[in-house]
């Protein structure tokens, strides 16, 4: 039984790897090779973008202007992670099925909340912005919906199954005491998941700071704004500190994450 078992996950792994080796042939044909890959003069660009990383503009009114374009940034992305760790959490709490009394309702609650959590992170939120902006017009309201609606897909999907992968030898003590599946939940499943959870949200945190700084196109004068504005005049060295700003500011994210992290589980 173990070796059928085992040669069976074998083959689909073969299969897997021939399917993805596949599209990777089918994607370099499909490219037309015959035309160029660069434009013409694109070398001479290149050169020009990737030498001034070594002439960064460092005036002072500059680096305000990157410091209050940083700040903008920061300040789309928490509103718009907040609110879908709003909506993703208990999204992700039903979607788990640990609440549902029967399994009737299991099936139904997380075949239904599944559901709709693929749909929210199926569309990727340059097209929820885009939608939002027809919606509403150019506002900061429109870009921090289209930064919410796709990440709370992604972190609902992401805590359904952590809090759904619990151990179960803990939680039956808590049930041993009378506790209800509620109960169990709140002083069982998402405490020992909470870092785990905190981790990943400050990894899609991270991503959020990248798409609030593409996004910020909607309504305020974010890093991604003055990036394209800066690009237009090819101002390159001021393109590399408005990049070295956003790099400053995931590493600190990241070490935040981690100091939060480490706070938790020492």
Not at 44 to 64: E, M, N, R, W, Y
Not at 147 to 161: C, E, F, K, N, V
Not at 230 to 243: I, M
């Amino acid at each position: 039984m173990r070796l059928s078992t085992g040669s069976s996950l074998l083959e689909r792994r073969r299969v897997l790897t021939l399917i993805l080796l596949a599209a990777l042939i089918w994607s370099l044909t499909s490219v037309d090779w015959g035309r160029g890959v660069f434009h013409p003069g694109g070398a001479g660009f290149a050169v020009q973008i990737f030498s001034s990383i070594f002439t960064p503009d460092l005036s002072s009114d500059f680096l305000k202007l990157a410091l209050v374009a940083s700040w903008k940034t920061i300040s789309f992305a928490v509103a718009g992670i907040t609110l879908a760790v709003v909506v993703g959490l208990p999204l992700g709490i039903v979607a788990s099925g640990v609440l549902a009394r029967s399994r009737t309702g299991r099936v139904v609650s997380v075949t239904g909340v599944r559901f709709v959590l693929g749909l929210l992170r199926s569309v990727h939120e340059l097209v929820w912005a885009w939608m939002f902006v027809v919606a509403v017009g150019l506002s900061p309201i429109a870009g921090i919906f289209a930064l919410a609606i796709p990440y709370a897909g992604i972190l609902g999907r992401i805590y359904s199954d952590m809090i759904k992968d619990v151990p179960e030898e803990p939680l039956r003590a808590l049930r041993a005491t009378g506790a209800s599946e509620f109960e169990v939940l709140v002083y069982g499943r998402l405490p020992m998941v909470l870092p785990d959870m905190l981790s990943y949200s400050f990894y899609r945190f991270e991503c959020g700071i990248r798409s609030a700084a593409i996004l910020s196109f909607i309504g305020i004068a974010g890093l991604g704004y003055q990036i394209q504005l800066s690009l237009d005049d090819l101002l390159y060295g001021q393109v590399w500190t408005l990049l070295f700003f956003l790099v400053g500011i995931i590493t600190l994210v990241d070490l935040w994450s981690t100091l939060v992290r480490r706070s938790l589980t020492s």
